[in-house]
């Protein structure tokens, strides 16, 4: 880690790159963009699409209404992660399901498809009977 850019203080309390969680969600979208890395600077400076501030608004909406029950639920898994996430649960899109992603102040700065995988690993089974050309010498007992 450099400069101290994810870690918690002496009191146990969360800093981002030196400001505590309670500064980051009273700074404006903008003020927040200049700590973020270079690839979510970007996205942010280029302006957010009309989906991204959707998603935005919904989020500050379900912080007003405190339902932390229900997920919001999302496609856009290059959403940068924003203070405004926090404490909050999403529903992202894996390409099959949506799946609950919990943001914690660790996640800023990062997207919200990095946490939650579209892949999974492979598990091969054993090969059944005419699965290959050798398959046909096994024997049956």
Known sequence: MSEGEYRTGREGEFTF?????????E???DEVAEL???RQRRTIERGLS???QKLLEEAREAGE???ANDPIRTHLRNMPILPEFVD???AVYTGQSFERVRVEPEMLGHYLGEFQLTRTSVEHGQAGIGATRSSK???LK
């Open 36 to 38: 973020l890395p270079a």
């Open 17 to 25: 790159r030196g400001h505590t969680l309670d500064e980051l969600q």
């Open 137 to 139: 010498f096994v024997p």
């Open 65 to 67: 209404e405190e339902t």
């Open 27 to 29: 700074m404006d979208i």
């Open 88 to 90: 909050k649960t999403f």
């Open 50 to 52: 009309t989906e991204q």
